[in-house]
């Protein structure tokens, strides 16, 4: 069964301190991995696309790498405004998208 | 430019009741989807539409009915409400389906927090 699994549920970091948010994904045919952002009160906000191993991707303090098994999203240097849920979605074979349960990610200034 | 919008935002219903949710996309996007999200889990797809006139149901699509009369919107309809309907419901739309094709994201509203008592 296709799975998503995203580790830890909530992260509280300083300021500044960099840190790892963790996709795991059990999927037949990957055919993409995504990222998005959802702030309180608003819909999730598409931030990646990874489509094969070993791929990486960029956005400000934000990057998203990808292995077989598990997707990493790093933060680094953060600041209060990067305070959000990040969301990991996988695209299998069948076309379905299948959504983890979210890291609730909060920067202390 | 509004992306998708969705009505209500907010919305109390008591059991049995019915009530219709809606989704408008200005866009111009194929794919449209109704989502719901509930704490401690993923978003789960109830039914989407591959385009005017089509529908089909997702993952949890059992005492939903949704209608795509015109492109640009996107209904999702409550027949007899029940308390395990309480949640935040989200509406997203893409280019297309097969978004690895495309490279389109899917876009959401903001969402329709809707309890059930």
């Known amino acids: 069964e296709d799975q998503v699994t995203q580790s830890p549920e909530a992260l509280r970091l300083q300021e500044g301190e960099s840190s790892s948010l963790n996709c795991s994904y059990t999927?037949?045919?990957?055919?993409?991995l995504f990222w998005y952002r959802q702030d309180p009160g608003k819909g999730p906000e598409f931030l990646f696309t990874?489509?094969?191993?070993?791929e990486e991707k960029e956005k400000e303090r934000l990057k998203a790498t990808l292995t077989k098994k598990e997707s990493f999203l790093h933060i680094t240097a953060p600041k209060p405004e990067d305070s959000a849920t990040y969301l990991c979605?996988?695209?299998?074979?069948?076309?379905?998208?299948?959504w983890g349960a979210g890291t609730k990610l909060i920067i202390k200034p | 430019n509004a992306g998708v919008t969705q009505t209500p935002k907010f919305r109390v219903l008591k059991t049995g009741q019915s009530m219709t949710l809606l989704c408008a996309q200005d866009?111009?996007?194929?794919?449209m989807y109704w989502y719901r999200q509930d704490p401690g889990m993923g978003l789960r797809l109830i039914h989407y539409?591959?385009?005017?006139?089509?529908?089909a149901k997702g993952e949890v699509p059992d005492g939903y009915n949704v209608s795509r009369l015109k492109k640009q919107n996107f209904l999702l309809g409550l027949e007899s409400a029940a308390p395990s309907q309480t949640s935040v419901y989200f509406c997203?739309?893409?280019?297309?389906?097969?978004?690895?094709?495309?490279?389109?994201?899917?876009?959401f509203g903001d969402g329709t927090r809707l309890s059930i008592l």
């Open positions: 997203a739309s893409s280019y297309s389906r097969a978004e690895v094709h495309s490279n389109q994201p899917q876009h």
């Open positions: 979605a996988v695209l299998g074979s069948n076309y379905q998208l299948i």
């Open positions: 539409s591959v385009g005017e006139g089509t529908t």
């Open positions: 866009m111009n996007h194929e794919y």
């Open positions: 990874l489509y094969s191993a070993g």
């Open positions: 999927v037949s045919g990957l055919r993409g």
